[in-house]
């Protein structure tokens, strides 16, 4: 049977996971360390091509390339020449600090781009002779046989071929806010969308729930997050609407200028004036009616715009890109839900009958809890957030002040939502051991722990209301337990 090395128009997701260890060559116990070496040789490494980033003397230069730059230079050289050595040191500095402005915004820029590749896994966990090992993401080849579980960074595409309540965060790929539920026994149409083929794993997401095994399938660039890097090298460059603008207005002065020139040695001329005393002063009007100051500017506007959207995350690699963005009135997107950050949050709760209100938004556990009629908080949001908390395999990080969840995003928010409650889950779980658990799985719709608590031993549940429910017979408010019927 023909091996296929991660061609870019073979799909798996219609394959059977047996089919896709054949087709790429495999073996259930992996590949032989041999055969990977020679896959490795002929393949390429798993590795993001390193974005194709402008020479930083091809950025510098590239600032001058419009027609008002051009004039101002003209001008600083016909100033020099006319002996007015002041005037063309001032429009010199302005070029200067202009073009020095501009290399700098586009040089960072171009930098956080290239920083695309950096999000592929480091490690990797694979079978190679039978034996589980671990190697650099950048080793792995078509047909390696990887194992993925909940934290890890997926390193390479691949077609799954065990799981268990397997969810991946496929956000910074799809644009899903909600993590994938994943299934390795699914066969799926070729037709299939790529948010869709839940028994594919794909480079650079996360597996927030579960574990299993995947083939790979596709390394490097010719994963569908490569495929997403490549597109950055091959953007066609065109001219912003602002770019054409000065542009218009910098052969519009071009031509004022010549205009003037002829005009003034021709009635010069017509009244005997000395030729060159003409030319002289008639370059002299034309440098004065240049605005040395507009590039300045212009460039000055355009880096606040770029340094503010910088700061919301949105990265521009030239500074005329700004104003483009700001001048569009009108944005479509495919659906709701596309544009997002990821992450989830506790907006509103229910405790003791009672509505409760949860402000601050994302993974920073800051925020006010308060019920919505104003009172005092019912004592049972303390034991809702207690179990929230203790049925929860999220954990909440912080690095240098941004806080990220490892886990399933409803868990993150669940984790949040209690320390906004002052419950920290380090102390709570170290003081309520989880004797054991029934996972998550969409069969049951529910997830349940078995904690020591308070001296007893209690099952915390989460899960669908209609799941939770129909094994519920009491509710508990302030004036206590009463029948759910009720």
Known sequence: MEINLGADEMDYHDKTAQEAISLTGSLEEGLSGEEARRRLLAEGGNLLEETRSPNPLFIFFSQFKNALTAILIIAVILSWLLGHFAEAAVICVIILFSAILGFF???????????????????????????????????????????????????????????????????????ESMPAEKDHSLILPAETLLGDRRNMAFCATTVSRGRGSAVVTATGMKSQFGKIAGMLTNIEQNQTPLQKGLDRAGKALAKAALAIIALIVAAGLFYGQPLVELFIFAIALAVAAVPEALPAVVTISLALGVQRMAKKNALMRNLPSVETLGSTTVICTDKTGTLTKGEMTVREGLAGGREIIFSGGGYRPEGKISPADGESLPSQLEMLLTAALLCNDAKLEEKDGVFSVLGDPTEGALLVAARKFGLLESNLRASCPRLSETPFSSETKTMATLNEFRGRRVVFLKGAPEKVLGLCNFTEDESGLSSLGE
């Open 105 to 175: 915004q586009e040089f960072r820029s171009e930098r956080a781009i290239a920083a695309l590749r950096h999000m592929a896994a480091p490690k990797a966990r694979v079978l190679r002779d039978g034996e589980k090992i671990e190697i650099p993401a950048s080793e792995l080849v078509c047909g390696d046989i990887i194992t993925l579980e909940a934290g890890d960074r997926v390193p390479a595409d691949g077609r799954l071929i065990y799981s268990v309540n397997l969810s991946c965060d496929e956000a910074a790929l799809t644009g």
